[in-house]
C-alpha cells in the first residue's frame, strides 16, 4: 500500500515568502514520491496521537509524565523557550520610542557675588529610532521564529523523554519474560538432572550422562542468576529517568505487564500519510529556522543604510535664588539625526556575509532532517511489517518444538531416548522461545519509534496564526 508524499510544498513554503532585503527561497528538498515500505496493518490514523495509552497500562503512562516532569532534557528546552521569549521582548522594544524618566538637583554659585542658585528638575526624554529600511522590523520577526521553534523543541524534547521511557520499560517487561523463561528452563534441567541422579543410583544410568544431566542443570541456573541480574539493572535504569522512589515502583512492576495479546493491538496504523511529517517538532523548527536565519540576513543587511532618529524631552523644574521660587518648564523635539555609514572597515559586510551563510546552513540543515525523517519513518515501517510477518512462525515453531520436547522428556523417562537427544531438544526450545520474547521486544521497539518519527502526535499550528502569536 503506497502513500502520496507531499512534502516539496512543506519545504517551499518553509523557504519562501523572505522580504526583499533577504536571500531567495533555495531548491526544495528531494524527497520520494510515494512511501516505498509496506504499511502494517489497518486501523486509524487518530490513534497515533493516544500512544501509550494502547498498552492498557496505566503504569507506563505515570513513568512516562513521571520522566518529563524530571527530565533535564526538557526543563533544558524550557529554559531556552524563556530565553528566546525575552530576546523577542528585546527586540520588539527595538520598533517602539524609548522613553525615560529623570531627576536632578543643583546648588551653586556660578557668578559671584550673586546669591546662591538652587535648581530641580523633572522630566522624561524619548528617543525612536525609526525603522526606514525593516532592519529592526526583522530582527523581530526572527526573534518571534525561533520563539515559535522552541515551543517545538519543547515537545521535541518530550517525545524523546517518552520514547526513552517507554523503550526502558519495554526492556524490563521484557527481561521479566525472559527471566520466567530462563527459571522454567532451570527447573527443568534440575528435575532432569535429580531423575538422572536416582537412576545413576539404581545402576540404570552411566555416571558420565548423570554428570551431563548435572551439568545441564548448573548451566540453567547460571542463566536464570545472569537473566535476573539484567532485571535489576533494567530497574535501576528506569528508576533513574522517572526518579521515582524505587520500593514504589517495585511495588506497581509486580502487576503483569502488557502480554503478547495486547501487543499486537498496538499495531493498528493503517496509514501513515507522508504529510504527517509536517507534524514533526523537529522539521518544524528547523523550518522556523530557515524563516528566522533570512530574517538575520535582512537585519544585517539594513545597518548598510543610513539610519533616522528622533528625540525629545520634556520637564519641569524650580528655579530658587535670593529666596525667590520661579518656575522652569523646558520642552523641546529633536534633533532629528540622520546617520549614514562612511567607513567601518567592512564590518557590515562581513556581517551581512555570517548572516547569508548561516541561512544557507540552516536550508541546508532543514532539507537534511526532511530526508532523515522520511528514512525513520520508512526504517520503522519495515520493522513493524517484518517483525509481523515473522511472529506467526516463530510462535508456530516455538508451539511444535513445546511439543517435541515434551515428547521427548516423556521418551527418556521411559529409556527410548537419551539424555543427549533430550538436551539437544531442550536447546532448541529455549532458543526458540527467547526469539519469540525478543521479536516481541522489536516489534513494540518499532512502534515506540514510529511514535518518535511522525512527532507523537503532535498538531502543528499554521505558520500565519503562529508568527501572529504575541
Same mark, same amino acid.
Given at each position: ?143 518571534? #521564529? ?15 523523554? #517518552?520514547? /526513552? ?32 541422579? +536416582? ?38 535504569? +528506569? ?55 533570512? #530574517? ?81 519513518? /520508512? ?43 533430550? /538436551? ?9 522461545e527467547l526469539t519469540l520474547v525478543g521479536l516481541q521486544r522489536d516489534r513494540s521497539a518499532a512502534w515506540i519509534a +514510529? ?20
Amino acid at each position: 500500500m503506497k502513500r502520496t508524499l507531499c512534502m516539496a510544498a512543506l519545504v517551499a513554503a518553509a523557504l519562501s515568502g523572505c522580504a526583499v532585503s533577504r536571500p531567495p527561497a533555495q531548491a526544495p528538498a528531494a524527497v520520494p514520491g510515494e512511501w516505498q515500505a509496506p504499511l502494517p496493518h489497518n486501523g486509524a490514523v487518530p490513534e497515533l496521537s493516544q500512544w501509550w495509552r494502547q498498552f492498557d497500562d496505566p503504569l507506563l503512562v505515570d513513568l512516562v509524565d513521571a520522566a518529563q516532569a524530571v527530565s533535564p532534557t526538557v526543563a533544558s528546552a524550557r529554559s531556552r523557550i524563556e530565553q528566546v521569549r525575552a530576546a523577542r521582548v528585546a527586540a520588539g522594544a527595538a520598533l517602539l520610542p524609548a522613553v525615560d524618566a529623570f531627576a536632578s538637583a543643583e546648588r551653586g554659585n556660578s557668578q559671584p557675588p550673586l546669591p546662591l542658585l538652587t535648581v530641580t528638575q523633572a522630566g522624561l526624554q524619548a528617543s525612536w529610532e525609526i525603522d526606514l529600511f525593516g532592519g529592526n522590523r526583522a530582527a523581530a520577526d526572527a526573534a518571534q #521564529a525561533r520563539l515559535i521553534g522552541a515551543h517545538a523543541g519543547w515537545h521535541e524534547a518530550r517525545v524523546s523523554v #517518552a520514547a /526513552e521511557t517507554a523503550l526502558s520499560y519495554i526492556g524490563l517487561r521484557t527481561c521479566q519474560l525472559q527471566l520466567a523463561i530462563a527459571d522454567n528452563d532451570a527447573q527443568s534441567r534440575a528435575e532432569t538432572a535429580r531423575l538422572a541422579d +536416582l537412576s545413576e543410583r539404581a545402576g540404570f544410568t552411566a555416571p558420565a550422562t548423570a554428570a551431563l544431566a548435572r551439568a545441564s542443570a548448573s548451566e540453567g541456573a547460571a542463566r536464570a542468576r545472569q537473566q535476573r541480574a539484567q532485571c535489576e539493572i533494567e530497574v535501576k535504569a +528506569l528508576v533513574a529517568l522517572t526518579a521515582l522512589p524505587e520500593p514504589q515502583l517495585r511495588s506497581r512492576l509486580t502487576a503483569p505487564g502488557p502480554g503478547p495479546a495486547r501487543t499486537a493491538v498496538l499495531m493498528n496504523v493503517a496509514s501513515v500519510p507522508a504529510q504527517v511529517l509536517a507534524q514533526r517538532p523537529d522539521i518544524y523548527q528547523a523550518e522556523l529556522e530557515v524563516a528566522a536565519a533570512s #530574517a538575520d540576513v535582512g537585519s544585517a543587511r539594513a545597518q548598510r543604510f543610513p539610519r533616522l532618529s528622533l528625540s525629545g524631552s520634556i520637564a519641569a523644574g524650580v528655579v530658587r535664588t535670593g529666596g525667590v521660587n520661579t518656575d522652569a518648564q523646558t520642552w523641546s523635539v529633536g534633533p532629528l539625526a540622520l546617520s549614514l555609514p562612511v567607513f567601518d572597515g567592512g564590518r557590515r559586510a562581513a556581517d551581512v556575509d555570517a548572516a547569508q551563510a548561516r541561512y544557507e546552513e540552516a536550508a541546508a540543515l532543514y532539507r537534511a532532517r526532511v530526508r532523515n525523517a522520511v528514512r525513520e519513518v /520508512e526504517e520503522s515501517l519495515v520493522t513493524l511489517e517484518s517483525t509481523r510477518a515473522r511472529e506467526e512462525d516463530v510462535q508456530r515453531a516455538v508451539d511444535g518444538y513445546r511439543v517435541s520436547f515434551a515428547a521427548t522428556q516423556a521418551r527418556w523417562q521411559g529409556g527410548l531416548a537419551s539424555l543427549v537427544e533430550l /538436551e539437544e531438544v531442550r536447546r532448541t526450545l529455549l532458543v526458540a522461545e527467547l526469539t519469540l520474547v525478543g521479536l516481541q521486544r522489536d516489534r513494540s521497539a518499532a512502534w515506540i519509534a +514510529l511514535y518518535r518519527a511522525v512527532g507523537g502526535g503532535w498538531a502543528r499550528p499554521a505558520a500565519e496564526t503562529a508568527l501572529a502569536q504575541p
